[in-house]
């Protein structure tokens, strides 16, 4: 007889997204069962470098950004910078600053420096980040990690689902009342609830390797970045620090014309991006050919079972938010679940989620998309004179220096994808009729119009006004004046945990007397005077018929 387990929620994949599922599932009180293939302690591939500003908000209110700031990678001191150079080891023209993590907090110059917010934008890699969470998930006792585990399938009840899964003893039957799917690009579960998965197949080839140089930052005449972009009229190349000292993950980005994966050397590419001559020595450590694709799945959600991060969208990881585009899904997911868990909202809360996540994820898959194809074109357009000792290869680096400078410092400092994109079509949104303000994949005005993100600010006693929300709703006021009773007494008949939060100086963010923030930090409804049908407000914030 099989064995079986039974479960709240089922994520079936334990990367970077369905881990953060699982903790602020658990941090809400709902019991998570996370299987994934990987053995115990394997890491991932190396792949994203960037954890977003607006995920380090998610890892403070769960208590662990400080262990995935001081999660192994680069060094405190290691500048995080973006540097745009002719080879890794060649001329220098540009840089873009970005403070690294010793002086993460206090740095307020370059691009990203004036964000309202707790928590700046992280650089570590992927292989380091996983098991600083993993950890974090196995110090919970709500979690149940099953390593080693591959879901092989499900079937839906009325009631609930039943997964199907093997592990190194033989199969498990995992009960569950919902199912999250987040495993990655290649997701059973998307295929499994009938989605389909489409967009853009091909926007860019390319050749990455993990690479082990320990002498490659000795060569550079200028100091070492986060990322270095190699620019010159044979091969272009990005190539990440992964460790600061000797690891590092190359991205050969292949001309159009390069069709053929199996037809590029990539020893000689290699040596060409760093600048090296056949002496320098180097270890390949992986290695993967890649598609950079945009592809959206078009239905996020069937009944029981949804889908998250890259099971249901994919794009180039240009504007570094991949990754950080899915832990958004999870937190906006998360939430829901759990209130519809604990009963007090309507199981018709989880049609938002697809209302609110897929349009954003569709918009921000044409950023990205926009930016790789602008970025390959500057690749294309590198000036024939840019690594000449002449006045005109300066005159050469400085102005294609300037160009990609301004093309780049959006997408590695993307305030308007963190922090500026709105839910303006939700059916648990109460809008008032004013527009939400416009914002660009770098520029954002934070705003307290319904389904915009809460505005940050810090508060007088020196706290940030996102530790002192609650952790559920909560009715900000800038005028304790203002009349949050009725409010109060429909949240409570309903059972929907509110919290009062009285902040005077908020009021040159907040332009209305109450503005009621939802537990993923989105306005949800805002007013001078009660609203004229509380219990009818409530209802519609908990996904019920008023
Ligand atoms: C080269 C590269 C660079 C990138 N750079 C960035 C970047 O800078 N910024 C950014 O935001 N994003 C970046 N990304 C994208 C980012 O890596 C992905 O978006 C991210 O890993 C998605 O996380 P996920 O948890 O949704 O899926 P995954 O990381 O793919 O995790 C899915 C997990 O599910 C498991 N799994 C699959 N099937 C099953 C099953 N049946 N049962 C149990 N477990 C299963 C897998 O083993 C895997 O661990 C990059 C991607 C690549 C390829």
Not at 310 to 334: C, E, K, Q, R, T
Not at 476 to 494: C, E, F
Request: charged fraction near 20%; include cysteine; charge should be neutral.
């Amino acid at each position: 007889m099989s064995r079986r387990i039974a479960t709240q929620v089922l994520v079936v994949g334990g990367g970077p997204v369905g881990l953060t599922l699982a903790l602020d599932l658990a941090w809400r009180g709902i019991a998570v069962v996370v299987a994934e293939t990987r053995a115990r302690g394997v890491p991932p591939s190396v792949k994203c470098n960037h954890v977003a500003a607006r995920t380090m908000e998610a890892y403070r209110r769960l208590g662990i950004a400080r262990a995935v700031r001081e999660a192994p990678g680069l060094p405190a001191d290691f500048p995080n910078d973006v540097a745009f150079r002719t080879t890794t080891t060649g001329i220098e023209f540009a840089r873009i600053h970005i403070p690294c993590r010793a002086d993460r907090y206090t740095d307020r110059s370059g691009p990203d420096g004036w964000w309202p917010t707790p928590e700046p934008p992280h650089r570590i890699n992927q292989i380091y980040l996983e098991p600083a969470l993993a950890a974090a998930a196995a110090a919970v006792p709500g979690i149940t990690l099953l390593w080693a585990t591959r879901v092989t399938g499900f079937t839906e009840t009325a009631v609930g689902v039943r997964a199907e899964a093997r592990d190194a003893v033989g199969a498990l039957a995992i009960d569950c009342a919902y199912l999250i799917g987040c495993d990655g690009a290649g997701s059973e579960t998307r295929r499994a609830i009938g989605a389909s998965f489409s967009g853009d197949a091909l926007i860019q080839r390319t050749q990455s390797t993990d690479l082990r140089a320990p002498d490659l930052i000795a060569r550079m005449a200028a100091p070492p970045a986060w990322s270095t972009q190699s620019l010159n009229p044979r091969r272009s190349a990005n190539i990440f620090a992964i460790d600061g000292r000797e690891r590092f993950l190359v991205h050969n980005y292949l001309r159009p014309d390069e069709t053929d994966f199996a037809a590029v050397d990539r020893d000689r590419c290699l040596r060409l991006i760093l600048g090296v001559d056949q002496d320098f020595r180097f270890e390949i450590l992986g290695q993967e050919d890649w598609i950079g694709r945009r592809m959206l799945a078009d239905r996020f959600r069937r009944g029981r079972v949804f889908l998250c991060g890259d099971a249901a969208h994919i794009w180039v990881p240009f504007a570094g938010y991949g990754m950080n585009a899915g832990i958004a899904d999870a937190m906006n997911l998360s939430w829901m679940l759990a209130a519809v868990l604990a009963g007090w909202a309507d199981p018709g809360l989880l049609d938002a989620h697809e209302a609110e996540r897929w349009p954003i994820t569709e918009q921000v898959s044409h950023y990205a998309m926009n930016t790789a194809q602008a970025l390959a074109a500057a690749r294309g357009a590198v000036p024939a004179e840019i690594e000449d000792a002449t006045d005109a290869g300066a005159g050469a680096r400085a102005r294609f220096g300037a160009h990609v400078t301004t093309l780049n410092t959006p997408q590695y400092c993307c305030g308007g994808l963190n922090f500026g994109y709105f839910y303006d079509r939700s059916p648990i949104v109460a809008y008032d009729g004013e527009d939400a303000p416009g914002y660009s994949m770098d520029q954002f005005t934070p705003s307290t119009v319904p389904g915009c993100r809460a505005p940050h600010l810090w508060l007088a006693d020196g706290r940030s006004l996102y530790d002192a929300l609650g952790p559920w709703f909560t009715a900000l006021r800038t005028d304790a004046r203002a009349d949050v009773a009725p409010l109060a007494a429909a949240a409570a008949a309903r059972g929907m945990p509110l919290a009062v939060l009285d902040v005077p100086e908020a009021a040159p963010l907040y332009p209305r007397r109450m503005t009621l923030i939802r537990p993923d930090q989105h306005v949800g409804w805002r007013g001078d005077v009660p609203p004229a049908d509380a219990r009818a407000l409530v209802a519609r914030l908990c996904g019920a018929p008023p």
